[in-house]
């Protein structure tokens, strides 16, 4: 069974960072490209950043525009993302899950942790 586990979420000020951690585990995670996505309040599930199995490869959303940096260590089953220069509009609930690009919208998420910024 699949499991997702993410963590590192908070309430941060604009301009602020925050390091989200997904571990994962049911599966064989150095096979597996993986995924963050978000759901901001009342809208729909966006991908925000994707990285290949092996890490060589990444994709990140057009809003991300250079602030945020995914990362995987596989020796730990564990994807990041490292959020910097946060602003209002990236208050969401991001999931970690499997798969790269719009492919990971439809994938089995974790419960997600929840990410708020302020002004």
């Known amino acids: 069974e699949v499991q997702l586990v993410e963590s590192g979420g908070g309430l941060v000020q604009v301009g602020g960072s925050l390091r989200l951690s997904c571990a994962a585990s049911g599966f064989t995670f150095s096979r597996n490209d993986m995924s963050w996505v978000r759901q901001a309040p009342g809208k729909g599930l966006e991908c925000v950043s994707s990285?290949?199995?092996?890490?060589?490869?990444?994709y990140y959303a057009a809003f991300v525009k250079g602030r945020f940096t995914i990362s995987r260590d596989n020796a730990k089953n564990t994807l990041y993302l490292q959020l910097n220069s946060l602003n209002t509009e990236d208050t969401a609930m991001y999931y970690c899950?499997?798969?790269?690009?719009?492919?990971?919208?439809?994938?089995?998420r974790g419960q997600g942790t929840q990410v708020t910024v302020s002004s």
């Open positions: 899950a499997q798969g790269f690009g719009n492919n990971a919208l439809r994938a089995t």
């Open positions: 990285i290949e199995s092996a890490g060589t490869g990444t």
